[in-house]
């Protein structure tokens, strides 16, 4: 028995996994997916940070100013979540609140300056590991992977 784990796994190691496994689409998808969630999530908080972070700077960034309920729906984060993320964002002035003439109960959420400095500090840390982890692919077979899983993603329904 090899001393690798599951996600660290020698080539050595891949050649003994059953081939109906090594074969299996979702399998090596979901093992792809472990092991770059977990770079991603390492790299985030070595800057303080969090998937969560992220996804409502980049959709404030790209879409403006929000409510709450808007930005949940955007980025697919709980409601109840979303206010937990709005908070530490604010807590560390990286956007602000403020009321929505429209409707007084709701607050407005924009990224300040600071927010959209951290974004793009965010932008490059992600581009890297985005790199690393795609690093045996070509650009081209890259481009075909993020097509791929984007029909994957649009084809189950789930929020990019």
Not at 71 to 91: C, F, H, K, P, Q
Not at 96 to 106: F, G, L, M, T
Request: hydrophobic letters at 40%.
């Amino acid at each position: 028995m090899s001393n690798s784990t599951p996600d660290k796994a020698s080539s050595t190691d891949r050649l003994a996994t059953a081939a109906r496994l090594r074969n299996l689409g979702t399998r090596l998808l979901s093992l792809a997916a472990i092991q770059s969630d977990r770079l991603v999530n390492e790299e985030l908080a070595r800057a303080g940070a969090r998937k969560w972070h992220y996804a409502a700077l980049a959709t404030l960034d790209e879409f403006g100013p929000a409510s709450q309920a808007e930005l949940s729906r955007r980025t697919g984060i709980y409601r109840s979540d979303m206010v937990t993320v709005i908070n530490e964002l604010a807590d560390r002035g990286l956007v602000e609140r403020s009321p929505n003439p429209a409707d007084r109960r709701q607050n407005i959420i924009a990224v300040t300056k600071q927010g959209h400095r951290q974004l793009l500090k965010l932008d490059k840390l992600l581009a890297g590991v985005e790199n690393e982890v795609l690093a045996p692919l070509t650009p081209s077979e890259r481009e075909q992977l993020a097509r791929l899983l984007a029909a994957l993603v649009d084809h189950h329904g789930q929020n990019m």
